[in-house]
C-alpha cells in the first residue's frame, strides 16, 4: 500500500467521509479546515491518484473522486508503520508505555482486556 502523508490523510478523510466528489468539493471541504492554497489541494488530490489511492471518474464534464483503498485498511497501515518506526514492531513495548502514561478509566481498561482476552487471531 502506498505511503499517505499527513497532508494527504486529510484530503482521505473527506472522501471516506463524503465520497464521490468532484475536485471542487474536495477543495472546499478541505479549505474549511485549513489555511492551504487551492493549488496545494489539487496538488495533494493528484498524487493521493498517482499513488492509485484514490479512483479517478469522468462524469459528465467533471472528474468525481472515490477512496479506493478503505479508511479501516490504511489505518492498519499507518499502524503497523508506526509500531515498526517507534516501538522496533513491538506491540508488547507500545501497550507497555502506552498504558503507563495514559489515565484510562475502569471502563477503558475493562475494554482493552476483552479485546485482548477474546482476540480471534491469538496464537497459540
Known amino acids: 500500500m502506498a505511503k499517505i502523508s499527513e497532508?494527504?490523510?486529510k484530503v482521505m478523510k473527506i472522501l471516506w467521509d463524503k465520497s464521490p466528489l468532484t475536485s471542487k468539493e474536495i477543495?472546499?471541504?478541505v479549505l474549511e479546515e485549513n489555511?492551504?492554497?487551492r493549488k496545494t489541494v489539487h496538488t495533494l488530490i493528484?498524487?493521493?491518484a498517482n499513488k492509485g489511492v484514490i479512483n479517478v471518474a469522468k462524469k459528465n464534464k467533471y472528474y468525481e473522486y472515490s477512496p479506493c483503498i478503505s479508511k479501516s485498511d490504511c489505518q492498519i497501515e499507518e499502524t503497523k508503520t508506526f509500531l515498526e518506526k517507534v516501538y522496533?514492531?513491538?506491540l508488547?513495548?507500545?501497550?507497555?508505555?502506552?498504558v503507563k502514561n495514559q489515565?484510562?478509566?475502569k471502563e477503558e481498561i475493562a475494554?482493552?482486556?476483552s479485546i485482548i482476552n477474546n482476540n480471534p487471531k491469538e496464537q497459540k
Open 7 to 9: 497532508s494527504e490523510w
Open 27 to 29: 477543495v472546499d471541504y
Open 35 to 37: 489555511d492551504w492554497s
Open 46 to 48: 493528484s498524487r493521493l
Open 88 to 90: 522496533n514492531g513491538s
Open 92 to 98: 508488547q513495548m507500545f501497550l507497555t508505555n502506552f
Open 103 to 105: 489515565h484510562l478509566s
Open 111 to 113: 475494554e482493552l482486556k
